[in-house]
Every structure is written in structure tokens, then in C-alpha cells.
């Protein structure tokens, strides 16, 4: 299995509800990541997991609050989104935390806030 | 703050001509990736290159990294619509961050 899967696909919500995004992976990765992707523009670092560990956070707003249950699972917990948040999120994953390794991407979630 | 230069942003085509994208970086990369990304899909790998000076081809597509390894370029020969997309190229950043140049998006005219 060669694949990161996310759901859900897409995601509507209003700003005072509360989601959670979910990504998995098979692959034996120790590397998991959130990256957020507004239209036209580059995907944009927000989490980093290493060995479930949170290693890194690029001062993310803490409506945004990641977490990692074991090796293969990552979410991101959502509560009191503004509309600013809508973008793509995308989940990825590589062997280890180290920036030498190819990431795998996962199909990403369409997040719109209300 | 550090960045990875990518240009053109855009770059419309014939199908059949070339096409290539450039990446530059102000400091010293240790390696730098690619990725493709299909409209609405999701970047995809597309390879990395490790060494000063290095070129790397998958079938109609060359890469190299700069001697001095601070810049890398994609070409594609004799481009096909099935090449529509955003390239970007991916330097890593201290903390171990991998961060992503702006893109160039390809459209390619049938």
C-alpha cells in the first residue's frame, strides 16, 4: 500500500463547529505532516510528526489542534474556523522526518467555512 | 526570511513545444525535490536531486541542480496535454521544514 487517504474528501462548516480531519497511511512512514494549500498557491507547512511526536508547529492558530494516535493515523481537530480557513488541506507522509526523502501526498481534504 | 524562487508562474503552450521552470534559492540547498501538481488533484513526487551539477531525465523530463546548488530547472520536451499542471520545486529549511517555491502552472493547447 502506497497510499495516504484522507477523508472526509470534502467539508463544509460553520464557525462555531467543531471537525476533524483524518489521514492514514500504510506505508510504514514515521513522518507525518499537515500542509495547507489556498488556490493558486503553494502548499504551506503546518505540522510536523515524528515518531508521533510533534516536532514541529509553525505557529498554527491553536483553532487548529493536531494529533497523532499512533504510527499510520494523523487528525486535525478543527474548532471556531473563520472563513479565511477554507483551503485544501493535505496530509503527507516520508520514512522519517528528514527533508531527503520524497513526501507522499494524500488526495487532500477541501475544507469550506461558513 | 528563507525562500525558494520559482518562475515563470505561468506558461502556456503549444502542444509539442518545450517547456521549462526554474527554481532559485538565496543559500545553499542540501537537496532539492519536485512535484506535480494535476488541476484539483494533489502534489505528486516527482524526483530529487541530490548532487552539485547533477541531471536527472524521466522520459521527457530533465532535471538538474546548479553547480553551486542553489538553483534547478525542469524541462520538458515536446509537451503533451497529459503534462497540464503546477510544478513545484521543494527546497528543505533549517528545522528540517521542506518548503515549497511558488509553482509554475502549465497549460497546454491542443
Known amino acids: 500500500d502506497t497510499e495516504v487517504t484522507q477523508t472526509p474528501k470534502h467539508l463544509v462548516m460553520g464557525m462555531t463547529n467543531k471537525k476533524s480531519l483524518k489521514c492514514e497511511q500504510h506505508m510504514g512512514h514515521r513522518a507525518m505532516y499537515w500542509y495547507k494549500q489556498k488556490a493558486k498557491k503553494p502548499p504551506e507547512l503546518m505540522f510536523v510528526?515524528?515518531?508521533?511526536?510533534?516536532?514541529i508547529n509553525e505557529s498554527v492558530p491553536s483553532r487548529f489542534s493536531p494529533e497523532c494516535p499512533n504510527s499510520s493515523l494523523l487528525n486535525l481537530h478543527l474548532h471556531a474556523l473563520q472563513p479565511e480557513d477554507s483551503a485544501l488541506y493535505l496530509c503527507a507522509s516520508s520514512p522519517i522526518s528528514r527533508t531527503d526523502y520524497g513526501y507522499t501526498f494524500g488526495s487532500g481534504t477541501r475544507l469550506t467555512v461558513v | 526570511g528563507q525562500q525558494v524562487m520559482q518562475i515563470p508562474q505561468y506558461q502556456h503552450v503549444q502542444e509539442g513545444e518545450d517547456f521549462t521552470t526554474y527554481c532559485n534559492s538565496s543559500t545553499t540547498l542540501s537537496n532539492i525535490q519536485w512535484y506535480k501538481q494535476r488541476p484539483g488533484g494533489h502534489p505528486v513526487f516527482l524526483i530529487q536531486l541530490v548532487k552539485s551539477g547533477e541531471v536527472k531525465k524521466q522520459k521527457r523530463l530533465t532535471f538538474q541542480f546548479g553547480e553551486a546548488k542553489k538553483n534547478s530547472s525542469l524541462h520538458i520536451t515536446a509537451t503533451q496535454t497529459t503534462d497540464v499542471g503546477t510544478y513545484f520545486c521543494?527546497?528543505?529549511?533549517?528545522?528540517?521544514?521542506?518548503?515549497f517555491g511558488q509553482g509554475t502552472e502549465l497549460s497546454v493547447k491542443p
Open positions: 510528526y515524528s515518531y508521533e511526536k510533534l516536532s
Open positions: 521543494a527546497g528543505p529549511r533549517q528545522g528540517g521544514k521542506l518548503i
